[in-house]
């Protein structure tokens, strides 16, 4: 049959991590390779979608979101990130942060346009950039604590470099950027005239005392920055796909433009529930939680350490990248099998995030589990050691 998929398609790898979750699922497995994030929805928001639903929004939004929401992301981006965004002209609301950076990617880069990303980097990222034609680079953070090299940056720099990519807290690191780091990165894209866009989704889960700084919120970088973010983690409500962008007006508009063809709207209903949530939940909710994820990432990690699995310890967000090199096989996947056969656990093989061989000792933990699982989980973990 002469017929076959794009070029495009070719170019793309089956996602890691959902293999291993369909291979979890095999075995009746603990789920730790997905961040489906299987803890309970603040029930504020869950009432809030009902009643839509129950009021009629059942149809399609405008393109950008309905504006409850983009009001209450408005006032929680200049309380929290200290970012002044218009809702009617700066945020743009899309089918979860996924969805933002996709639409993001097909309304600012052309074929050939280079993007620079911190090593280990989140799959999906280098994959919505591929999609578009456009060419990854990378800068290599190291272990444990994921520090970089600015002279690395600068030298990966080049005539066709478009945009720096920024995740932080980071998935699968959790790393969480200094502002010192996110300084000398604000100051090699104000000198090269480069793009920064940033994945915030984990902003609420840092922990030992750190604080979230938002790229935008540093001089003059507001005007070069697209700031991304999302619910699906911080309500625990990943199925439903609400994440937004945040940028200047003339790239809003096109990113808006992009998103509209490629999702039409985020669904409408849900969008109320979110907007319920962030209208209503006050600043302890937030301190909770990361509390709560802080308590889960002690308890994992002890249980790594235990197994002969050193982690590097997340300075935030709810992965852990253990390093499994004493575990049979050449290969992370063999590793990530290994370990599913013997304990029931699955994790990600660690290529799924870097572009060498360096990945093979890794594997990728998410700990936003129901706290009996998480147990149960570290309990079978140990049984390594």
């Known amino acids: 049959m002469k017929h076959n998929s794009s070029d495009r398609t070719a170019r793309l790898a089956q996602s890691d991590i959902r293999a291993?979750?369909?291979?979890?699922?095999?075995?009746?497995?603990?789920?730790?390779?997905?961040?489906?994030?299987?803890?309970?929805?603040?029930?504020?928001?869950?009432?809030?979608?009902?009643?839509?639903?129950?009021?009629?929004?059942?149809?399609?939004?405008?393109?950008?979101?309905?504006?409850?929401?983009?009001?209450?992301?408005?006032?929680?981006?200049?309380?929290?990130?200290?970012?002044?965004?218009?809702?009617?002209?700066?945020?743009?609301?899309?089918?979860?942060?996924?969805?933002?950076?996709?639409?993001?990617?097909?309304?600012?880069?052309?074929?050939?346009?280079?993007?620079?990303?911190?090593?280990?980097?989140?799959?999906?990222?280098?994959?919505?950039?591929?999609?578009?034609?456009?060419?990854?680079?990378?800068?290599?953070?190291?272990?444990?604590?994921?520090?970089?090299?600015?002279?690395?940056?600068?030298?990966?720099?080049?005539?066709?470099?478009?945009?720096?990519?920024?995740?932080?807290?980071?998935?699968?690191?959790?790393?969480?950027?200094?502002?010192?780091?996110?300084?000398?990165?604000?100051?090699?894209?104000?000198?090269?005239?480069?793009?920064?866009?940033?994945d915030e989704i984990y902003e609420y889960f840092v922990f030992d005392g750190r604080e979230h700084v938002s790229m935008a919120s540093l001089p003059n970088m507001s005007d070069r920055t697209i700031t991304i973010g999302g619910y699906s983690k911080t309500f625990s409500i990943t199925g439903w796909r609400i994440g937004y962008s945040v940028a200047e007006a003339k790239w809003a508009k096109a990113i808006g433009a992009m998103s509209d063809v490629l999702y039409v709207c985020?669904?409408?209903?849900?969008?109320?529930?979110?907007?319920?949530?962030?209208?209503?939940?006050?600043?302890?909710?937030?301190?909770?939680?990361?509390?709560?994820?802080?308590?889960?990432?002690?308890r994992f990690c002890r249980a790594l350490d235990k197994a002969g699995m050193p982690p590097s310890v997340p300075q935030g967000a709810y992965y852990v990248l253990a390093d499994v090199s004493r575990l049979p096989g050449k290969t992370g996947r063999e590793r990530a099998m290994y370990l599913l056969d013997k304990t029931g656990v699955a994790g990600v093989p660690g290529e799924a995030f870097f572009t060498g061989s360096e990945g093979s000792r890794f594997m990728r933990f998410c700990m936003a589990k129901m706290d009996d699982d998480l147990e149960q989980a570290s309990e079978h973990i140990e049984k390594l050691g």
């Open 20 to 198: 291993m979750t369909l291979a979890c699922a095999k075995v009746n497995g603990i789920n730790m390779s997905q961040g489906v994030c299987d803890t309970p929805v603040p029930e504020v928001v869950i009432r809030g979608a009902k009643q839509a639903m129950d009021q009629g929004y059942n149809i399609y939004s405008r393109f950008d979101g309905i504006a409850e929401l983009r009001e209450a992301i408005a006032k929680k981006m200049e309380d929290f990130n200290l970012i002044k965004a218009d809702p009617e002209t700066n945020i743009t609301v899309s089918a979860g942060a996924t969805g933002s950076f996709q639409a993001t990617c097909m309304a600012l880069l052309n074929p050939g346009d280079e993007i620079i990303f911190f090593e280990p980097f989140y799959a999906y990222h280098i994959q919505a950039v591929i999609a578009v034609d456009a060419v990854p680079r990378y800068v290599t953070m190291r272990a444990p604590e994921w520090t970089f090299d600015i002279k690395e940056l600068e030298r990966a720099v080049s005539p066709r470099t478009k945009a720096i990519v920024v995740n932080t807290p980071g998935n699968p690191s959790g790393k969480v950027f200094t502002q010192r780091e996110l300084e000398q990165v604000a100051e090699c894209a104000r000198r090269h005239d480069l793009m920064v866009i940033t």
């Open 266 to 298: 985020a669904p409408t209903p849900l969008q109320h529930g979110v907007a319920a949530g962030i209208r209503e939940l006050s600043d302890s909710f937030y301190a909770d939680l990361a509390k709560e994820h802080q308590q889960k990432r002690d």
